[in-house]
């Protein structure tokens, strides 16, 4: 079984940057992709970004493509979200998910979810 658990979420004035983190346990951490997704109030889950088993691969969504990068550390069994440049609108919570296999971008193809990180970007 997998365990993800999430952290580096809080509040952030408009234009500032956090750093999300992931770290994985209970599986070969080198043998998950995993992909990042958020969920605003009042609206659908949305990937944002994801990377490949050995992180030679990665999918940025275009909402937040030139502000966000992901990247991973297998030796240290976790995955890191940057972000830059925050407007208000990406105000959610951030969940990190995890799959054997290659990396997709729907979340329904995602065996394993953390609990989720509140990250608010205030005006």
């Known amino acids: 079984q997998v365990q993800l658990v999430e952290s580096g979420g809080g509040l952030v004035q408009a234009g500032g940057s956090l750093r999300l983190s992931c770290a994985a346990s209970?599986?070969?951490?080198?043998?998950?992709?995993i992909g990042w997704f958020r969920q605003a109030p009042g609206k659908e889950r949305e990937f944002v970004a994801g990377i490949s088993r050995n992180g030679d691969s990665t999918r940025i969504a275009d909402s937040v493509k030139g502000r966000f990068t992901i990247s991973r550390d297998n030796a240290k069994n976790t995955v890191y979200l940057q972000m830059n440049s925050l407007p208000p609108e990406d105000t959610a919570v951030y969940y990190c998910?995890?799959?054997?296999?290659?990396?997709?971008?729907?979340?329904?193809?995602?065996?394993?979810w953390g609990q989720g990180t509140q990250v608010t970007v205030s005006s």
């Open positions: 998910a995890a799959r054997s296999g290659r990396l997709q971008t729907v979340g329904g193809l995602y065996d394993y």
């Open positions: 209970g599986l070969t951490f080198s043998t998950l992709a």
